[in-house]
């Protein structure tokens, strides 16, 4: 599920909110591609006291060029499946990150 960000009065973007399906333990990370309607997430992270789930919100920030702090988690702490909030991203960027080839995700 994705929703589309608007601008505000102020002129700043909305938080794009995404779902995202996590891979840890990846042995090529990456963002890109689609799952069952979430952005794949390739971490070489393994899913070990919230490591992957960090490594995903850090490059999720890198694939829409921002900082780590623009990214929230919003649900799925514990699962692969997660919801983040991006704080100033690009609806066009994600969805070229989308049409990315997965990786053979």
Same mark, same amino acid.
């Given at each position: 599920?994705?929703?589309?960000?608007?601008?505000?009065?102020?002129?700043? +973007?909305?938080?794009?909110?995404?779902?995202?399906?996590?891979?840890?333990?990846?042995?090529?990370?990456?963002?890109g591609g689609e799952r069952d309607g979430a952005l794949v997430v390739r971490v070489s992270a393994? #899913?070990?006291?919230?490591?992957?789930t960090e490594a995903a919100l850090a490059a999720v920030a890198a694939a829409f060029g921002l900082?780590?702090?623009?990214?929230?988690?919003?649900?799925?702490?514990?699962?692969?499946?997660?919801? +983040?909030?991006?704080?100033?991203?690009?609806?066009?960027?994600?969805?070229?990150? +989308? #049409? #990315?080839?997965?990786?053979?995700?």
């Open positions: 599920m994705i929703s589309v960000s608007r601008k505000r009065a102020s002129g700043r +973007l909305e938080p794009l909110r995404i779902t995202v399906w996590v891979r840890p333990g990846s042995a090529r990370p990456g963002v393994r #899913a070990v006291d919230g490591q992957a900082r780590r702090r623009a990214v929230t988690l919003v649900a799925g702490a514990t699962s692969r499946t997660k919801i +983040l909030e991006v704080e100033g991203a690009d609806p066009a960027a994600l969805s070229r990150l +989308l #049409a #990315a080839a997965s990786g053979g995700t």
